[in-house]
Every structure is written in structure tokens, then in C-alpha cells.
């Protein structure tokens, strides 16, 4: 990072993924174009897990290259009279994969919902009978980290 007086520790990072909702995933669409998607997610373990249709232009790219990034903005506040942003954002970048493993999968989408809605175990238990076999959950392996935040917020700037 050019300016390294802005940037995240890790743990920032993480917790900044651990306490945002939703993010954008950035993955290869057609014809080499990049193709970005808003998702909600939930972090656990060095990795993001999310849900999705079986089909879809998303799984389409996912299936055809692996590699991704996930852009998480933690604060946005626009600052007119100085004509700047103070800002907090983490990207995470690795490869993103589809669960086959019905275990895994189950976990990972039971993990999502709880993540969404703590309180309203019934409630999951009768969307994921519900839904269960018309959902993929995909796994994002993190590999690197990188977050930022506006300079203005760094300590002596």
C-alpha cells in the first residue's frame, strides 16, 4: 500500500469483516470483464461464506476461475467543506468455491443465518428445510488482506 500510514492492522480488518453484513464480490465475467455483485456474508475462520442461486452469471464465472476479491466499506461520511471522505474499507482477495460437501454446507448456511437473525432459530431451521436443496453456499479462502482508512482518522496526522 502507497501510503502505509493508513492502512489496517489485520485484526481491523478482520474486525471490520466480522461486524459488516454485506460487501461486493469481485470476480471474472464474460469475455474478461470484471463482474461485481453486492452480498451478504459471514466471516468465520480466515474465510467468507455466502449464499446463492444454483445458476446464475456468478456461479457461471466462479466456476470459471476461481480467483476473487470482497470489498467491505465500514464508513462512508462525506466531509463537503474540506472536500474529502473519512473512510474505512477492507478488501479481502483469494480464491472463492463452491461447497459440495452437504456438512459444509449445511454449517456455513446455518452460520450465515444466524448471523442475520440471532434470535429466530425456528425461523432458520424452516428456511433451510425450505430452501436447502435450492441454495449453493460459496467459501472465499482469504489470502491476503488489505484495509485503508482516510488519513484524516489516523492518530498525528
Do not use: W
Request: contains cysteine.
Amino acid at each position: 500500500m502507497r501510503r502505509s500510514r493508513q492502512q489496517l492492522s489485520r485484526e481491523e480488518c478482520i474486525d471490520i469483516l466480522q461486524q459488516a453484513t454485506s460487501g461486493v464480490l469481485a470476480v471474472m465475467g464474460d469475455g474478461g470483464y470484471p463482474y461485481t455483485v453486492p452480498l451478504s456474508h459471514v466471516y468465520a475462520d480466515g474465510h467468507l461464506y455466502f449464499h446463492s442461486a444454483i445458476q446464475g452469471h456468478k456461479v457461471d464465472a466462479i466456476r470459471s476461475d476461481s480467483r476473487c476479491s470482497f470489498c467491505v466499506i465500514a464508513q462512508d461520511e462525506v466531509h463537503p467543506e474540506t472536500f474529502t471522505t473519512h473512510f474505512k474499507s477492507v478488501i479481502a482477495f483469494g480464491q472463492i468455491h463452491i461447497i459440495d460437501d452437504e456438512a459444509e454446507r449445511l454449517a456455513a448456511l446455518r452460520r450465515l443465518g444466524r448471523r442475520h437473525a440471532p434470535h429466530d432459530e425456528a425461523g432458520l431451521h424452516h428456511e433451510i428445510d425450505k430452501d436447502f436443496t435450492r441454495v449453493l453456499m460459496l467459501r472465499l479462502d482469504i489470502e491476503h488482506l488489505t484495509g485503508k482508512q482516510a488519513i484524516e482518522m489516523v492518530s498525528n496526522h
